[in-house]
C-alpha cells in the first residue's frame, strides 16, 4: 500500500509548486515508508509514497509512465493499490496494444491499460485501489475508488479550475488554495454516524470521492461516473442451500489465493469470530504445509475479551499466533499520538485497539487478512435482528410507546459489551425516526434530538437538521431502482455497505493499520464474493435470530462447533469504564468549559454535564467520546484553527 497526492493548476496559481507537492506527499510518509517518487507535468503534479509489497525493487517506484518515441510522456499514474487480476490485465494490453514492457509491479500496469480503455480502465480492475492517472496528451486527470471503498481518496477545487486529491486529508490540507471551514452538515453527520458519511468530509472545501467511482478533470470541470456494479444488480441465484454453501467456500477460497501476493511476510488478523476464522480455513486449505501467522488482541476487561476464541482457531489449524494485550493505562500511554493521527473526526473506540493492534502486527509482517464485510453481505449484525423488533414496536399506539422509555431506562446499567439496558434504551428512544434513519442511530453516539443541546449556538444555527439522513434516503431510492420489491434486508445490507463499512469500518482499518505502514487485504470484498452475497436469497443468510447462516454451515467441519456457533462479538474497548478510571483526568483535562468554548463546536454545558452524569454513573461514554475525539482534532495539526 502508498500515499498519493497532487494537483494540477492550469491557472499557475499554486506558489512553488514543487515545495507544495512534496510536502503534501511527505505528509503521507506513514502511509509509505519504503521510497517516495514525484513528476512534474506541469499543469499537474504528482505525488507518491511507497509500502513495497509487490516487486519490492527500484523497477517498482512510481510514477509509473508511457513514453512516446521521444521520451516524452504520454501517460503517467500513481496508485495506492493491490491490483489483484493485473496478469490478465498483461494479456489484454498485449492483445491490444502488441508486445510492451511493462514491470513486474502489479500498478505498473496502469499507464497501458488507460492507454487501452481510456477512462474506462477502472472498470476492469479487481482489487483495491485509489489512482490518479494523467493523460499529457488530453490534458486530462482520472481518479478513481475501488468498488468496496478499501482505499480512500480526497479532492478539493483549486482557484482557476484546478484540482487537489490525496490519500488523506492531511495532505490537501497542506495546498494553500485549501482551507479549513468546518461544515455543520458534516459536523451534525459526525455526532449521528461516528464519521462524517457520504461525499462529504469535515471541511465544506474538500469531498470524498465515493467508492467504485471515477472522476474526470478535463479543462477546469468535473464529471463523476460510477464504474463499478452496483451491489444487487445481478440475477438471483437458484441455488439450494447446500450449493450456496459450496459456492460460498469456492468464492472466498479464490478471493484468498488472489490476495496471497505479496513478496513480503504476511498473516491474518484473527479475532476468533466466524469472518476471520473463515479466512484462516481458506488460507490453511491453500497452503497446508506453510505456518499461518496469525494476530489478535485482548482486553484485561473480561466482557470485552474474546483471545480465547482466537487461540481456540489458532490451536485448531496450528498457526504461529501472536496476542498481545490492553488495559486502559497503556491505552493512556498511546492516546495522545492515536488522536493526534486522525485528520477527520473518528469516534468509532475500535479505532484505538485497531492502532494499537497494528503496531503489534507491524512488528512481525507488511500485510494481513482481515474479515471485514462479511457481516455486511451475510447479516450478521445484532442490529438486522433488531431491525424487525422495530418496526413491529413503531406501529403501537403512541401512547404505549411512551410507556416503553422509562421501562428500557429502569433496566440496571452495565459496563458489559452490547449491554442489555444500553441496546433497549437505544431501541425504544428511536421509535419515532424512519426506519432506515434508526440503524446510524442505534451505532452512533449522539442521535439528532440531542442536537440542539450538543451544538455550539453558531453551529447550532447553521446546521440543517433535514440533511443528517439525506445520504441514507438518496441510497434507498437508488437500491430500489437496482432492485425493486427487494427484501427490507437486503436493503439494509446495502445501506450498510455503503456507509457503515466503507466509510465506518474500511476507515477505521485503513488510518489504523497505514499509520504504521501495514497493509491489510478484505477477502470478502472480492467483486465474486459481493456478487454472490447479493445473488443468494435473504433465508440462506439469515433465519430467525441466527445471521451469516450460510457461511456458518461452510465452516461445519472445518472448524470446531463452538466457533460456528458463538454469537456476533465486535471490536471494542471498554470506553465507559476506562472513562470513570485511568482515563477520566484526561477527559476532564479535554473538556473544560472555557476551551470547549473557545472550539466553537460544542455547548460547553452539554459536554459539562454528560461528563458530570457518566462520572455519578450513569452511561454516556459513547457520546463522551464523540466528544472528546472532535475536541482533541479540533485542537490538533490538523483542525480548523491549525496552520501550516
Same mark, same amino acid.
Given at each position: 500500500?502508498? *500515499?498519493?497526492?497532487?494537483?494540477?493548476?492550469?491557472?499557475?496559481?499554486?506558489?512553488?509548486?514543487?515545495?507544495?507537492?512534496?510536502?503534501?506527499?511527505?505528509?503521507?510518509?506513514?502511509?509509505?515508508?519504503?521510497?517516495?517518487?514525484?513528476?512534474?507535468?506541469?499543469?499537474?503534479?504528482?505525488?507518491?509514497?511507497?509500502?513495497?509489497?509487490?516487486?519490492?525493487?527500484?523497477?517498482?517506484?512510481?510514477?509509473?509512465?508511457?513514453?512516446?518515441?521521444?521520451?516524452?510522456?504520454?501517460?503517467?499514474?500513481?496508485?495506492?493499490?493491490?491490483?489483484?487480476?493485473?496478469?490478465?490485465?498483461?494479456?489484454?494490453?498485449?492483445?491490444? %496494444?502488441?508486445?510492451?514492457? #511493462?514491470?513486474?509491479?502489479?500498478?505498473?500496469?496502469?499507464?497501458?491499460?488507460?492507454?487501452?480503455?481510456?477512462?474506462?480502465?477502472?472498470? &476492469?480492475?479487481?482489487?483495491?485501489?485509489?489512482?490518479?492517472?494523467?493523460?499529457?496528451?488530453?490534458?486530462?486527470?482520472?481518479?478513481?475508488?475501488?468498488?468496496?471503498?478499501?482505499?480512500?481518496?480526497?479532492?478539493?477545487?483549486?482557484?482557476?479550475?484546478?484540482?487537489?486529491?490525496?490519500?488523506?486529508?492531511?495532505?490537501?490540507?497542506?495546498?494553500?488554495?485549501?482551507?479549513?471551514?468546518?461544515?455543520?452538515?458534516?459536523?451534525?453527520?459526525?455526532?449521528?454516524?461516528?464519521?462524517?458519511?457520504?461525499?462529504?468530509?469535515?471541511?465544506?472545501?474538500?469531498?470524498?470521492?465515493?467508492?467504485?467511482?471515477?472522476?474526470? =478533470?478535463? +479543462?477546469?470541470?468535473?464529471? %463523476?461516473?460510477?464504474?463499478?456494479?452496483?451491489?444487487?444488480?445481478?440475477?438471483?441465484?437458484?441455488? /439450494?442451500?447446500?450449493?450456496?454453501?459450496?459456492?460460498? =467456500?469456492?468464492?472466498?477460497?479464490?478471493?484468498?489465493?488472489?490476495?496471497?501476493?505479496?513478496?513480503?511476510?504476511?498473516?491474518?488478523?484473527?479475532?476468533?469470530?466466524?469472518?476471520?476464522?473463515?479466512?484462516?480455513?481458506?488460507?490453511?486449505?491453500?497452503?497446508?504445509?506453510?505456518?499461518?501467522?496469525?494476530?489478535?488482541?485482548?482486553?484485561?476487561?473480561? *466482557?470485552?475479551?474474546? /483471545?480465547?476464541?482466537?487461540?481456540?482457531?489458532?490451536?485448531?489449524?496450528?498457526?504461529?499466533?501472536?496476542?498481545?494485550? #490492553?488495559?486502559?493505562?497503556?491505552?493512556?500511554?498511546?492516546?495522545?499520538?492515536?488522536?493526534?493521527?486522525?485528520?477527520?473526526?473518528?469516534?468509532? *473506540?475500535?479505532?484505538?485497539?485497531? =492502532?494499537?493492534?497494528?503496531?503489534?502486527?507491524?512488528?512481525?509482517?507488511?500485510?494481513?487478512?482481515?474479515?471485514?464485510?462479511? +457481516?455486511?453481505?451475510?447479516?450478521?449484525?445484532?442490529?438486522?435482528?433488531?431491525?424487525?423488533?422495530?418496526?413491529? %414496536?413503531?406501529?403501537?399506539?403512541?401512547?404505549?410507546?411512551? @410507556? %416503553?422509555?422509562?421501562?428500557?431506562?429502569?433496566?440496571?446499567?452495565?459496563?458489559?459489551?452490547?449491554?442489555?439496558?444500553?441496546?433497549?434504551?437505544?431501541?425504544? /428512544?428511536?421509535?419515532?425516526?424512519?426506519?432506515?434513519?434508526? &440503524?446510524?442511530?442505534?451505532?452512533?453516539?449522539?442521535?439528532?434530538?440531542?442536537?440542539?443541546?450538543?451544538?455550539?449556538?453558531?453551529?447550532?444555527?447553521?446546521?440543517? !437538521?433535514?440533511?443528517?439522513?439525506?445520504?441514507?434516503?438518496?441510497? !434507498?431510492?437508488?437500491?430500489?431502482?437496482?432492485?425493486?420489491?427487494? &427484501?427490507?434486508?437486503?436493503?439494509?445490507?446495502?445501506?450498510?455497505?455503503?456507509?457503515?463499512?466503507?466509510?465506518?469500518?474500511?476507515?477505521? @482499518?485503513?488510518?489504523?493499520?497505514?499509520?504504521?505502514?501495514?497493509?491489510?487485504?478484505?477477502?470478502?470484498?472480492?467483486?465474486?464474493?459481493?456478487?454472490?452475497?447479493?445473488?443468494?436469497?435473504?433465508?440462506?443468510?439469515?433465519?430467525?435470530?441466527?445471521?451469516?447462516?450460510?457461511?456458518?454451515?461452510?465452516?461445519?467441519?472445518? @472448524?470446531?462447533? !463452538?466457533?460456528?456457533?458463538?454469537?456476533?462479538?465486535?471490536?471494542?474497548?471498554?470506553?465507559?469504564?476506562?472513562?470513570?478510571?485511568?482515563?477520566?483526568?484526561?477527559?476532564?483535562?479535554?473538556?473544560?468549559?472555557?476551551?470547549? !468554548?473557545?472550539?466553537?463546536?460544542?455547548?460547553?454545558? =452539554?459536554?459539562?454535564?454528560?461528563?458530570?452524569?457518566?462520572?455519578?454513573?450513569? +452511561?454516556?461514554?459513547?457520546?463522551?467520546?464523540?466528544?472528546? @475525539?472532535?475536541?482533541?482534532?479540533?485542537?490538533?495539526? &490538523?483542525?480548523?484553527?491549525?496552520?501550516?
Amino acid at each position: 500500500m502508498c *500515499g498519493i497526492a497532487g494537483f494540477v493548476d492550469p491557472a499557475a496559481f499554486t506558489p512553488d509548486p514543487r515545495e507544495v507537492l512534496a510536502r503534501m506527499r511527505d505528509s503521507l510518509a506513514h502511509r509509505g515508508p519504503d521510497d517516495r517518487g514525484s513528476l512534474a507535468l506541469a499543469p499537474a503534479w504528482l505525488g507518491h509514497r511507497r509500502l513495497a509489497v509487490v516487486d519490492a525493487g527500484s523497477a517498482g517506484r512510481q510514477p509509473f509512465v508511457l513514453a512516446d518515441e521521444r521520451g516524452g510522456v504520454q501517460i503517467a499514474a500513481i496508485a495506492n493499490a493491490e491490483i489483484y487480476n493485473h496478469l490478465s490485465l498483461r494479456d489484454a494490453i498485449r492483445d491490444g %496494444l502488441g508486445e510492451r514492457s #511493462i514491470g513486474a509491479s502489479d500498478c505498473a500496469i496502469l499507464p497501458s491499460l488507460y492507454a487501452l480503455y481510456g477512462t474506462d480502465a477502472p472498470r &476492469h480492475l479487481s482489487g483495491m485501489y485509489a489512482l490518479a492517472i494523467w493523460d499529457a496528451r488530453e490534458r486530462r486527470l482520472v481518479l478513481a475508488r475501488d468498488r468496496g471503498g478499501e482505499k480512500p481518496l480526497y479532492y478539493a477545487r483549486l482557484l482557476g479550475g484546478g484540482l487537489a486529491f490525496a490519500s488523506e486529508v492531511r495532505a490537501l490540507l497542506l495546498h494553500p488554495a485549501v482551507r479549513r471551514d468546518v461544515d455543520p452538515v458534516a459536523l451534525r453527520r459526525y455526532l449521528t454516524y461516528d464519521y462524517v458519511p457520504g461525499s462529504r468530509t469535515i471541511y465544506q472545501g474538500i469531498e470524498r470521492l465515493p467508492p467504485g467511482t471515477t472522476l474526470v =478533470w478535463e +479543462d477546469g470541470r468535473i464529471a %463523476l461516473e460510477r464504474h463499478a456494479a452496483e451491489a444487487g444488480s445481478v440475477e438471483r441465484a437458484p441455488l /439450494s442451500f447446500a450449493a450456496a454453501v459450496e459456492r460460498l =467456500w469456492q468464492a472466498l477460497a479464490s478471493s484468498v489465493a488472489a490476495r496471497l501476493m505479496s513478496d513480503v511476510p504476511l498473516g491474518v488478523l484473527l479475532s476468533g469470530g466466524l469472518d476471520s476464522t473463515a479466512l484462516v480455513a481458506a488460507v490453511a486449505a491453500r497452503e497446508p504445509t506453510s505456518p499461518i501467522r496469525t494476530f489478535c488482541m485482548g482486553f484485561a476487561e473480561a *466482557g470485552y475479551d474474546e /483471545s480465547w476464541a482466537a487461540r481456540q482457531v489458532a490451536a485448531h489449524f496450528g498457526t504461529e499466533h501472536h496476542e498481545v494485550r #490492553i488495559g486502559g493505562a497503556e491505552v493512556l500511554a498511546h492516546l495522545p499520538a492515536i488522536l493526534a493521527h486522525l485528520d477527520e473526526p473518528f469516534a468509532d *473506540g475500535s479505532f484505538v485497539p485497531m =492502532w494499537l493492534l497494528s503496531r503489534f502486527v507491524r512488528g512481525a509482517v507488511t500485510v494481513v487478512l482481515d474479515g471485514a464485510g462479511g +457481516d455486511e453481505l451475510f447479516l450478521g449484525y445484532p442490529t438486522f435482528t433488531a431491525d424487525p423488533i422495530a418496526r413491529a %414496536l413503531a406501529r403501537l399506539p403512541a401512547s404505549l410507546r411512551r @410507556v %416503553l422509555v422509562p421501562l428500557a431506562s429502569a433496566i440496571p446499567p452495565s459496563e458489559r459489551y452490547a449491554s442489555l439496558a444500553d441496546r433497549a434504551r437505544r431501541l425504544v /428512544s428511536t421509535l419515532d425516526l424512519p426506519a432506515d434513519h434508526r &440503524h446510524p442511530a442505534w451505532i452512533g453516539s449522539v442521535p439528532p434530538r440531542w442536537h440542539q443541546a450538543a451544538l455550539a449556538s453558531g453551529m447550532r444555527e447553521r446546521a440543517i !437538521a433535514g440533511e443528517v439522513f439525506a445520504d441514507l434516503d438518496a441510497l !434507498a431510492a437508488r437500491f430500489e431502482r437496482v432492485r425493486p420489491g427487494a &427484501h427490507r434486508l437486503e436493503h439494509l445490507s446495502f445501506q450498510y455497505l455503503e456507509t457503515y463499512l466503507a466509510e465506518g469500518v474500511l476507515t477505521k @482499518v485503513d488510518r489504523a493499520s497505514m499509520a504504521h505502514g501495514l497493509e491489510v487485504r478484505a477477502p470478502f470484498l472480492d467483486h465474486g464474493g459481493i456478487d454472490l452475497a447479493f445473488a443468494l436469497p435473504v433465508r440462506h443468510k439469515r433465519r430467525g435470530l441466527t445471521g451469516k447462516r450460510v457461511l456458518r454451515a461452510m465452516l461445519a467441519g472445518r @472448524v470446531p462447533r !463452538a466457533i460456528t456457533s458463538r454469537p456476533k462479538h465486535g471490536f471494542a474497548m471498554p470506553i465507559g469504564a476506562w472513562l470513570r478510571g485511568p482515563l477520566a483526568e484526561w477527559m476532564q483535562d479535554l473538556l473544560t468549559p472555557g476551551a470547549v !468554548a473557545r472550539d466553537g463546536l460544542l455547548s460547553p454545558a =452539554w459536554t459539562s454535564g454528560l461528563m458530570a452524569a457518566h462520572l455519578a454513573g450513569e +452511561d454516556h461514554a459513547k457520546a463522551l467520546w464523540s466528544a472528546l @475525539v472532535l475536541t482533541s482534532f479540533c485542537r490538533g495539526a &490538523h483542525g480548523p484553527g491549525a496552520r501550516c
